[in-house]
């Protein structure tokens, strides 16, 4: 515009840009907050906490849902940072990518395939019972998400490998235990090897509290509902972003390097380091099975 029309325009244009900043100053509402506890830790990396995971919610059958996602950073500074779809039991295109760098036979595509591989979470219901770092969380049903090796300890307490041990259901609320949460920071990584279950025992005498509690669980099927996750194309847009592909592959399984009508993409660049684990849950080793099962696919 000409220097009048910006001066005619100066009053108007105020009022856009007043509107529009309070636009941008609008907090942003997260649809999770307040739904998942997340254990305190001090300055070393340490934490102690004691929580009950607790029974599959109303009219749902477990008390627990698995979910695979992906978080790495490419060479364009972007970070990818999305639920996976093989959760549901769908293609998903960061894992067919990993099945092409996998299958060149390459020690270096293999590398950027593992540090692009799955992470694996579990999701459960909790009641939380002491909470020494942040008190304020005692007494109440929050969702929690943590790794294998705490799912691990769960399994075990289900089926102990020992004849003198009774199974428990560490999800009961009357049979049940509670579970001592122990953190430690080993050699820069969070470790939960200290954790244990206590003694078997009801979470209340009172039946009427263990209702309470009970009706105030929240849905697991509800965080695996397709609606939850983005569409195929939607992440393979995400990706070819953040990995600056300017290729797509004609075929992803069953790729033979000898065809000259497939070329898969060659990755020049360096592979970004692996996400901190303060920001990670424990991964799953056996990600490296499921990429060698999709090469081999027809």
């Known amino acids: 515009m000409s220097f009048a029309d910006l001066k005619r325009s100066s009053s108007s244009s105020f009022e856009k840009l007043t ?10 509402s997260d649809p999770d907050e307040g739904k998942y506890w997340k254990p305190t830790v001090d300055k070393a990396g340490n934490g102690y906490a004691v929580i009950r995971f607790l029974p599959a919610p109303v009219n749902e059958d477990i008390p627990f849902q698995r979910i695979w996602d992906h978080g790495f950073q ?7 940072i999305e639920k996976s779809l093989t959760t549901l039991g769908k293609d998903d295109p960061v894992s067919e990518y990993n099945s092409v760098l996998w299958n060149t036979g390459l020690d270096s595509d293999k590398e950027i395939a593992r540090k692009q591989k799955r992470r694996l979470a579990y999701h459960s219901n ?10 304020a969380n005692e007494g109440k049903v929050f969702l929690y998400k943590y790794g294998k090796k705490i799912f691990d300890k ?5 089926n ?15 049979n049940g235990a509670n579970f001592k949460l122990k953190i430690r920071k080993v050699e820069g990584w969070p470790n939960y090897d200290k954790s ?16 309470r509690v009970y009706t105030q669980e929240y849905s697991l099927a509800e965080l695996v509902d397709k609606k939850q996750f983005k569409s195929y194309e939607d992440l393979k847009t995400r990706l070819n972003t953040v990995l600056a592909l300017s290729a797509e592959p004609a075929k992803i399984r069953g790729v033979d390097r000898d065809e000259e009508e497939y070329k898969a993409p060659a990755p020049t660049f360096k592979a970004a380091a692996a996400p901190s684990a303060a920001s990670t ?11 060698k099962r999709l090469a081999e696919e027809d």
């Not at 490419?74 to 990818?80: D, E, K, Q």
């Not at 769960?154 to 289900?158: A, E, Q, S």
């Not at 041990?165 to 009357?174: H, I, M, S």
């Not at 244990?196 to 209702?211: N, T, Y």
Request: charged letters at 35%; proline letters at 11%.
């Open 126 to 135: 909790i009641y939380v019972v002491k909470d020494p770092g942040n008190p």
């Open 19 to 28: 509107k529009e900043l309070a636009k941008q100053n609008t907090t942003y």
């Open 281 to 291: 849950v424990d991964e799953d080793d056996d990600d490296l099975d499921f990429f």
């Open 74 to 80: 490419g060479p364009t500074g972007l970070w990818y």
């Open 154 to 158: 769960l399994n075990d307490l289900m």
């Open 160 to 174: 102990p490998g020992f004849e003198d041990e009774k199974p428990v259901n560490p999800f009961d609320l009357w």
């Open 196 to 211: 244990e279950f206590d003694s078997p025992a009801p979470l209340f005498d009172d039946d009427s509290e263990l209702e």
